[in-house]
């Protein structure tokens, strides 16, 4: 019979302020001061995009180089960014735009659309979809003299295999909007 050997392994320990700004790529390391988990992802590795560009300047508090491992003593404004993350798209003036989102059959959309970095319009959606039957609530706030809001959030369709739900946003101004949206999902029950 073979004979197994059993080895310790152990991660890079140390206090927060001593966590290098790259540990070594897929080292693991463990601040003993704040209880926070990392793993080592150099931006001179790939897949870089996760994390080139991330300082203590534009990321505060971030893992630098190095992708976190969520635990109960993450700070709560990583995990509000992590689970508030807005996806960002253009509606151009007139036209109608479609955006996805990896969604449950309910969805529950904030979104704030500007134009030339003014605040012009913020709102809530919530949208049920039931089979291919659609119910849709849009409420809108908007700083215009008028009070007349701009983006519609049409009907959507929703995909149950991929789960994935792509809403139409109208924009009747002449003008081109950035829209962020956060949005939270869950699925929908009926009880008889």
Not at 69 to 78: A, G, Q, V
Not at 110 to 123: M, P, S
């Amino acid at each position: 019979m073979a004979q197994q050997q059993v080895a310790l392994q152990q991660v890079r320990t140390g206090k927060q302020r001593d966590l290098p700004d790259a540990l070594e790529k897929g080292q693991i390391g463990f601040s003993t001061d704040v209880g926070r988990v990392f793993i080592g992802l150099p931006a001179a590795s790939e897949p870089a995009s996760l994390v080139a560009g991330r300082n203590w300047t534009n990321a505060p508090n971030s893992g630098k180089e190095n992708v976190e491992i969520i635990t109960e003593f993450t700070p709560w404004e990583i995990i509000n960014d992590l689970v508030n993350r807005p996806n960002t798209f253009d509606a151009k003036g007139n036209t109608t735009t479609s955006t996805t989102i990896r969604s449950k059959s309910r969805a529950f959309v904030q979104y704030v659309a500007y134009d030339n970095g003014l605040v012009l319009e913020t709102g809530t959606v919530q949208i049920v979809v039931v089979g291919t039957r659609a119910l849709i609530a849009q409420q809108n706030s908007t700083n215009q003299d008028d009070g007349i809001f701009d983006i519609t959030f049409l009907e959507p369709t929703y995909d149950a295999v991929s789960k994935r739900m792509t809403m139409p946003v109208q924009n009747t101004s002449a003008n081109t909007f950035t829209i962020h949206k956060a949005f939270s999902s869950k699925d929908t029950t009926s009880t008889r």
